[in-house]
């Protein structure tokens, strides 16, 4: 019933069209475009630059793939490299 009210009434602040998609995507089946792309992100079908390009919201999306993003820098970031693997022995 929310969807309809937004159509027939209009967005208001905080109210939107898209907060009703997303509300209603588990109980209603709804889907948007964004949510669409961010699966196939999380899943490593496509990477997260290629999906942002397509979003319809780049930077909600980025938002809402917050905690994806933060974890896949933790995970590639160099390590810190341990003293026996910087000491060298020379020999001649």
Do not use: V
Not at 17 to 38: K, N, P, V, W, Y
Not at 61 to 83: G, N, T, V
Request: net charge negative; proline share 3%.
């Amino acid at each position: 019933m929310r969807t309809r009210e937004y159509i027939e009434k209009g967005e208001s602040e905080g109210k939107s069209l898209l907060d009703a998609m997303r509300d209603g995507s588990t109980t209603d089946g709804m889907q948007h475009f964004d949510a669409e792309i961010e699966r196939p992100i999380r899943e490593g079908t496509i990477d997260a630059d290629t999906g942002f390009t397509y979003a319809a919201n780049a930077g909600n999306l980025r938002l809402e793939m917050a905690d994806f993003l933060e974890e896949q820098r933790r995970r590639c970031k160099p390590q810190k490299p341990k003293e026996s693997d910087t000491e060298f022995e020379f020999t001649r």
